[in-house]
C-alpha cells in the first residue's frame, strides 16, 4: 500500500481546503470530566510504545447499559480520530476517511460534481464542499456540486443539497438523477446497513447496496470520473471488483488508516471512468 500523507501536513494545505493543524495524539484528557464521572469512568495510563503516555479511559459496567454499549462508549472516548474531528468541526469521524482517500486518490478537485450516498451525520459532505469549492471560497478556482442523500434525516448543510431517501426504493435512483439533472465526476458511498450480527449477512447487504452505488455510478458518471464505496472484506465482492475493473481504468482496494483496524470495512477506489 503507497505511503499515506498525514492529517497533520494536509490540514496545512490551504488548497485543500481542511481545518486548522492538529496535534495528532491519542492521548486523552488527563482528568476526568465531569461526563466521564457521570459515566462511570477511570482512567489507566499505559504505553504508547512511541515513548507517550497514554491515559486510556475505562467505562464501567452500569446497570441497564448493555456491554456492547459500554464498549463502544470506550472506544469512543479512546478514539484520536473522535476527539479530532470534534476539534475541527466535522459531525463524524468517518470525515478522515475520505480525507484520507482523497489525499491519495485526488478525485475531490475544484469543480468536482459530487454524488455522496448514504452521507449521514455529513462528515464526507463536509470535507467534499471544502474540496470541490461548492461555496467558492477557492477564488479563481471552479465552484462544485455536491449532492447528499441517506435514508435519515440529515441537518441542511450550506453548500450541499441533502434528500431523504432509501437508495434501495423502487425508482430512488431516477429521483436522485433528476436532483442531479445531469452528470457527476465522483460517485462516493459509505453506505451501510445497521448491523445484523450476522457477518456474513452484512456482507452480502453491504455488497448489495455497493452494486447498487456502481450501478449509478456507471449511468451518471462523466467520462473520467471516480467511483469510491465502502465494502466488507468477506469473498462476495469479487464480482463487483471484476466489472469495475472493466469499466475503469484503475481499481484500489484501499483501508485508510482512519479505518478502525479491527473493523472488515474496505473501500474500493475506482479511477478513470471508461464511460
Ligand atoms: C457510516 S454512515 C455514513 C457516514 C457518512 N459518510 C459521514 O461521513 O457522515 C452510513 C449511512 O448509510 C445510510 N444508509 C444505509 N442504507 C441506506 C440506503 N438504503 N439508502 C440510503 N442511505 C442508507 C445509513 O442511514 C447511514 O447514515
Known sequence: ???????????????????????????FAKKKTGGARAAGMTEKRGSSGRGQRDLKVRVK??????????????????????KRAKAEGYRGRAAFK????????????????VVDLGCAPGGWCQVAVKRVNALGEQSGKPVGRVLGIDLQEVEPMPGAEIHQLDFLEDGADDKLKGWLGGKADVVMSDMAAASSGHKQ????RIVALCEAAAQLAFDVLEEGGSFVAKVLAGGAEGELQKILKQRFEKVANVKPPA?????????????GFRG
Request: glycine share 6%.
Open 98 to 113: 475520505i480525507l484520507e482517500l482523497d489525499d491519495r486518490f485526488r478525485f475531490l478537485v475544484p469543480g468536482a460534481r
Open 259 to 271: 479505518s478502525r483496524s479491527d473493523s472488515s470495512e474496505k473501500f474500493v477506489v475506482a479511477t
Open 201 to 204: 449477512t452484512d456482507h452480502l
Open 1 to 27: 500500500m503507497a505511503c499515506w500523507r498525514t492529517a497533520r501536513s494536509e490540514a496545512r494545505d490551504p488548497d485543500r481546503g481542511v481545518g486548522r493543524p492538529v496535534a495528532a495524539s491519542g492521548i
Open 61 to 82: 459496567s452500569a446497570k441497564g447499559r448493555r456491554l456492547s454499549s459500554t464498549r463502544w462508549l470506550e472506544r469512543q472516548l479512546n478514539d484520536p480520530y473522535v
